[in-house]
């Protein structure tokens, strides 16, 4: 099935680039334990998060909008739910912009998402974009 829309999306897509963001992210769940525990303290959360991926993409190439992007996770285990780890992709979308890769993350400028989930020893995550 991933092979078959890899091949729906090649046609119809034009992959226009790719940034690889080493290590893995802070989850839904772990996001919230730390907003419980101090309210700021989640503040300085998506900050360090969002400033790790804005120092990993400066100088990449921008790209032109509007988008589609994939979303590559590459996981140590299965033991965190799917929806808990692309929740950081807030923190990846606001560090784009943050280092000028895209313009913006609004509604107009993304067409949408795909996530796709793979275990490894190398944790990272890989995003991949697309236009018409």
Request: aromatic share 16%; net charge positive; glycine share 4%.
């Amino acid at each position: 099935m991933e092979k078959q829309f890899f091949l729906f999306l090649n046609k119809s897509f034009k992959k226009v680039g790719e940034i690889m963001l080493p290590g893995s992210f802070m989850d839904l769940n772990e996001y919230i334990r730390v907003e419980r525990m101090n309210k700021y303290a989640a503040a300085v959360v998506k900050l360090n998060e969002t400033n790790r991926v804005k120092m990993e993409c400066l100088g990449k190439k921008k790209i032109d909008l509007p988008v589609f992007l994939v979303f590559e996770w590459y996981v140590k285990d299965k033991r965190r739910d799917k929806d808990n780890i692309a929740f950081s992709k807030k923190f990846i979308l606001d560090g784009l912009v943050a280092a000028n890769v895209i313009e913006n993350d609004n509604f107009k400028s993304l067409i949408g998402f795909l996530d796709l989930f793979y275990v490894s020893v190398d944790q990272k995550v890989v995003i991949s974009f697309y236009k018409f």
